[in-house]
Each structure stands twice: as C-alpha cells, then as structure tokens.
C-alpha cells in the first residue's frame, strides 16, 4: 500500500493528555513560538515563507530543544503541505525512495506538495543523502532537516546546495520564562493549578542553557514533586535542578567552540573568562590530559620568549593533573591556566617557525656551511670541514661577523622584534672550543 493513501497525519494534532509537558506545549500557531525572533520576525526569511508558502528546501541548524520539528509543522500546516517525518536512525535507501516515489507520484496525480521532514539528518550517510537530490531538485518534494551539527561537514555539498541553511538559537532566559509562565497557565499544561514566581522561573529558564524542551521538563518535574496542585517550593526547585548536565560533545563543535574561546581569553589576558571557559570545559567532563596539552600549545604560542617560565608551569601542571585526575588535579589546570592569562604575551616564536618551515619547504636543501660542519675524522678535516669557524666565547666578534645561514638565507630574520642577547658581544673566556660537537 502506497503511504499516501493513508490519511496524511494533522502536523498540529495535540499530543494526548497523559505526554510529557514539552509535547503537550508545542505551538499551535506562529504566535505561540518562542524566540527566533532573527528568522521570524516581520520580514524575515521564515516570516514570509509563512505568509506565502514554502518553496525552498531548508536545513533548520541549532542545538536540541529551540523548536525545529515544530517550525516544520507550523510550516507545513501554513502551506497545507502534506506533512512527513522521516527517521534518519531507522531508515536506509530503500525506505527513502519509497518515500521519494510515492511524494512524486501524489504529486502528479493530485497536485499535493509534501513537507519531508528528517530529523538527525545529519546520521544520513552521503549516499543515503544523494537518494533525495532529484525529487528536491524537481520540487516533489519539499525538504526540511534538522541538526545539531554543523551542516558545512555533516551534510553532503549536492544537498547543501538545494537548500538553505538556517541556524537558530537557544532561547534567551527572558524567552524562556515566558514559555514556562504559559506552560502553567494554559489548560495543556497546568492550567493555573501550580503557581511560582518569576525568580523560580528563571532558575529553571538559566538552568536550561535556552533547552525549551529541557526548561518545560524542568518544570515538569519540580511540578510533580509538590503534587497536582499548590506553590512551588524551594525545596522542590532544589531537587528538580540538581545535578546539571551541560550540553557538551568532546568530538563536535561544541567541544572545539569551547577550546577556541579558553585559548583566546588566554591570549586577550583575560583571567575571569580563563577560569569561566576552563571551568566549563572541566564540569562538562573534557579530558583533562587534553586541556594540559593545550596549556602547554599556548605556553610556546602566545607567551613564549616574554616569559620562558611559563611553559614550565604549564608542564608542571600538566604533570600534576597526570598524577591526581579529578577533582584534586583541577585547581592545577587553572592555576596554570590564570598564570598564562596574566603572563606578557608574544607570538614571535611562532611566527618564526612558520616562516622557517616555509623556507623549509619552498629553498634548496643547502649543504651545510662548510666552517659548520662537524670535523670529527681527518679526512673531514682535510675536505674543509669546521673551517673557518670561530669559537665566540674566544672571539666575540664572531656573534655578529660569522654567518650560520645557508648562503641563499643570508642576513634572513625570523625573529623580529626580539631581543636577542646571544647576538650581543661577550667578553671573552679562556676555554678551549670542543674538536667535535
């Protein structure tokens, strides 16, 4: 039987009176969502896709929870679209193009659009995405996906390039509260029967990290804790938002986004958003080992030649952590971590490396200077090897007389800017120079 002669499912059906409050709270019109005020307010973008209908393919981006399964009903309901939902988990190839072929087939045949909506599509693999192109190039069907992963590397360029890319966001906490205060006055939720403050609100709203679905379960929960009815209590607060998990992947953007503002707070010698970004990182549960490493990356990188002691801190800390792991090793990172906040910076070491590693790459491999070389045999001796050279703790002159460049580098300088001392003149000692390095 083809799906489409089944009747097709109301995108705005309510959700039974015994589901969870978040199901039970999804909106029913384009007044009733909360933020994305940057995609539906007057003008915008899904603003005129509702007045006028939906024509385009469209990735909704942004992390779980702001509402992109309910755009895509509103959407769909808006343009009377026949409403699909299509499992990235459970689905292959074979069940896309059944779902491909009967969407072209309806139509064909009954000139009735449908609103394809996959959530996770970013668990598709390319060739799982491929199976699409053609019927959302010929417009059979209308596509919306949802992810939480950059599309830019989760979802193939074809595919990419037949939609349009939207990122949402989280809701902002005053977003929040407002959705929560509806949630307990409106008959799908409690109706009026638990009353709160707005500060408990915002306690569940900041707790949330701009989660909708996290922020109504939330209440949910502190909600049953104080029975059917009556005022919430701090205590039940307490218990609904113990123990908080941050939404946090070690592999995914999140963790990368994390790492870059924790580097760069360093960087800019901000010691308050080094212990903030460092902090999180650690209570999400980040590898340690990892954030050590990256101290050490940001000791040589960002400080270096202005304070040298600074990449000794951060081994030592690195070495402490190794030793004791959570919790005790944790005071170690930030300790290192404000060190190298509040240490001079200078990233003259690795500007240097970059342009030697250039020239590396890009000269001649020179033979060594022959009054370099190492005149350990006397047949070295005999070719001219190590002659020439000058011993400068004996001839001080040498330092800014003697060449140590290949003669194609000569005069080169990589580090600019930089006080160098062994390039200063040294008086000179009584030691014999080594006949071999």
């Given amino acids: 039987m083809s799906l489409f002669e089944e009747a097709a499912p109301d995108p705005l059906a309510p959700a039974p009176d015994d589901a969870p409050l978040a199901d039970r709270m999804r909106p029913r019109s384009l007044a009733e969502v909360h933020g994305q005020s940057h995609l539906l307010g007057e003008g915008k973008i899904l603003s005129r896709a509702f007045r006028e209908g939906l024509r385009q393919s469209l990735i909704l981006w942004g992390p779980p929870g702001i509402g992109k399964t309910s755009l895509a009903r509103l959407l769909a309901a808006a343009g009377e679209l026949r409403f699909v939902t299509f499992s990235a988990v459970l689905s292959g190839v074979k069940e896309v193009r059944v779902v491909m072929q009967d969407a072209e087939a309806r139509r064909r045949q009954k000139g009735t659009r449908t609103l394809l909506f996959i959530d996770e599509i970013h668990r598709f693999n390319k060739a799982q995405q491929d199976a699409f192109l053609p019927y959302v190039e010929r417009g059979d069907v209308v596509l919306v996906g949802a992810t939480t992963e950059n599309p830019s590397f989760e979802v193939n360029a074809a595919l990419l390039s037949r939609c349009r890319v939207l990122m949402l966001q989280p809701l902002s906490p005053d977003e929040a509260v407002d959705l929560l205060a509806v949630a307990l006055a409106d008959e799908r939720g409690f109706g009026g029967r638990i009353e709160a403050n707005r500060d408990q609100l915002a306690a569940l709203a900041h707790a949330s990290d701009g989660d909708a679905r996290r922020a109504l379960t939330l209440l949910e929960t502190a909600a049953n804790l104080i029975g059917d009815a009556g005022t919430l209590t701090e205590e039940a607060l307490r218990e609904a938002l113990a123990g908080k998990a941050l939404r946090y992947d070690k592999s995914g953007e999140e963790h990368y986004n994390l790492i870059s503002a924790l580097h760069k707070s360093i960087r ?15 209570h999400a549960g980040e590898d340690g080992n990892y954030l050590a490493r990256r101290l050490i990356r940001i000791a040589s990188e960002d400080i270096g030649l202005a304070d040298p002691f600074a990449l000794r ?3 030592d800390a690195g070495d402490a952590f190794s030793r004791l792991g959570y919790p005790e090793g944790n005071l170690a990172l930030v300790q290192a971590a404000v060190y190298l906040a ?10 240097a490396l970059g342009e030697a590693t250039r020239d590396v790459e890009s000269t001649n491999a020179e033979p060594v200077p022959l009054h370099l070389r190492n005149a350990s045999t006397a047949l070295m001796k005999d070719a001219g090897y190590g002659e020439g050279y000058r011993y400068a703790h004996d001839d001080p002159a040498a330092v800014n007389e003697m060449d140590c460049l290949p003669d194609s580098l000569r005069g080169r300088q990589y580090l600019k800017g930089v006080e160098l001392p062994h390039r200063q003149v040294r008086r000179p000692t ?3 120079p080594p006949e071999e390095v």
């Fill in 268 to 282: 800019n010698s901000d010691a308050n958003a080094t212990v903030y970004w460092l902090t999180r990182m650690m």
């Fill in 313 to 315: 801190v951060a081994l």
């Fill in 342 to 351: 509040r240490a001079r910076k200078s990233n003259a070491l690795y500007v």
């Fill in 430 to 432: 009584t030691r014999t």
